[in-house]
């Protein structure tokens, strides 16, 4: 089966930048694949990492060492708006799980 | 188009109710799951379809029912279920099911009472 680690809470200030780490044990891994959860709301994709090395999609950038089973989401410029929960998950290879982290609670103050 | 829908998206179930779960998605994606999420937890995956057939079955009470009954639909039956199943569920489909990404539809929220 799969676990993941990632930090319960995390608070910044406007314009920002938050990282939040991601720590997975895997039996086989196809990949780690991050997601954005606001109040009330169901999870959106926002990035996904098959390979290691770091991929960019606009204020968000995901990050990934397989050798370390270790992965980070990036939020720089941070808004009021990327207050809400962030999840790491990790599909198994021997499995084809997607499991997930407990998540991380990102609050953004002015 | 990276959109899952589902219907409906509120419900609330009597105990001996017997209500369904609709679940779409014209993605190509042949990949299809549904998750289980309770308030202030990660979801919890439930069941997965690959390519219109069940691979995996987290040990689900089988109160739970799922059908594929095409690529693009995923259904989830629920019949006799608990006040403690009340909770946000949750399709998803990604491209295969070695992929990493999943696409989630906005949920169904579920009240047993």
């Known amino acids: 089966g799969q676990s993941l680690e990632q930090p319960s809470e995390v608070t910044a200030v406007e314009g920002a930048i938050v990282q939040i780490n991601c720590t997975y044990q895997?039996?086989?891994?196809?990949?780690l694949s991050w997601y954005q959860q606001h109040d009330g709301g169901a999870p959106t994709f926002l990035s996904y990492?098959?390979?290691?090395g770091l991929e960019e999609t606009g204020r968000f950038s995901s990050f990934l060492s397989r050798s370390d089973s270790y992965g980070y989401l990036l939020l720089q410029e941070l808004q009021m708006k990327d207050s809400a929960s962030y999840f790491c998950?990790?599909?198994?290879?021997?499995?084809?799980?997607?499991?997930f982290g407990a998540g991380t609670t990102v609050t953004v103050r002015a | 188009d990276t959109e899952v829908t589902q219907t409906p998206k509120h419900l609330v179930m009597g105990m001996t109710n017997k209500k369904s779960l609709k679940c779409e998605q014209h993605?190509?994606?042949?990949?299809m799951y549904w998750y289980k999420q309770k308030a202030k937890k990660p979801p919890e995956l439930m069941f997965v379809?690959?390519?219109?057939?069940?691979?995996i079955n987290e040990s689900v009470p089988s109160r739970f029912s799922p059908e594929c009954p095409n690529s693009s639909l995923l259904n989830l039956h629920l019949h006799a279920l608990q006040p403690e199943d009340s909770a946000l569920y949750l399709c998803?489909?990604?491209?295969?099911?070695?992929?990493?990404?999943?696409?989630f539809g906005q949920g169904t929220r579920l009240t047993v009472v």
């Open positions: 998803a489909s990604s491209q295969d099911r070695g992929r990493a990404e999943a696409f």
């Open positions: 895997t039996s086989g891994f196809y990949g």
């Open positions: 990492n098959a390979l290691d």
């Open positions: 998950a990790v599909k198994g290879s021997n499995d084809y799980k997607l499991s």
């Open positions: 993605m190509g994606h042949r990949a």
């Open positions: 379809y690959s390519y219109e057939k069940l691979s």
